[in-house]
């Protein structure tokens, strides 16, 4: 995929097989990846259905698409991810901050929470 990212690290984790790495996606989070000079960790990228309802995703969740991922930033808070990407696309994109990781997605309107 890149210097980055593998095509593995967005697969659903149920093992059902659905993977998708949208290029948008995989250009946010090169972009999150080269500012902070580490490694970005995709803890859920793709979700099945039955995946995203075991793990209480919205049955709307832009991962049920490929287009999401929950992330960390080995030593930068989530505030701070979540701060850099508000930043850089302040019109666009879906971004969600919470305790551990930060939501990113590419949909085609502003949500943030």
């Known amino acids: 995929m890149n ?3 593998k095509r593995a690290e967005f697969s659903c984790k149920c093992g059902c097989g659905f993977e ?3 290029h948008e996606l995989l250009e946010l989070l090169s972009v999150v990846r080269v500012r902070f000079n580490a ?3 995709i803890n859920s990228a793709c ?7 075991a ?3 919205a ?3 832009k ?4 287009i999401a991922a929950d992330i960390s930033v080995k030593g930068v808070s989530p505030s701070e991810v979540y701060g850099f990407i508000d930043s850089a696309y302040p019109d666009s994109y879906g971004i969600g901050k919470y305790d551990t990781f930060t939501h990113v997605d590419v949909r085609r309107y502003k949500a943030r929470w």
Do not use: M, Q, T
């Open 3 to 5: 210097k980055y990212f």
């Open 20 to 22: 998708v790495a949208d």
């Open 39 to 41: 490694p970005v960790i």
């Open 47 to 53: 979700r099945c259905a039955k995946h995203n309802n």
């Open 55 to 57: 793990v209480g995703g």
């Open 59 to 61: 049955s709307s969740s």
């Open 63 to 66: 991962h049920l698409l490929g």
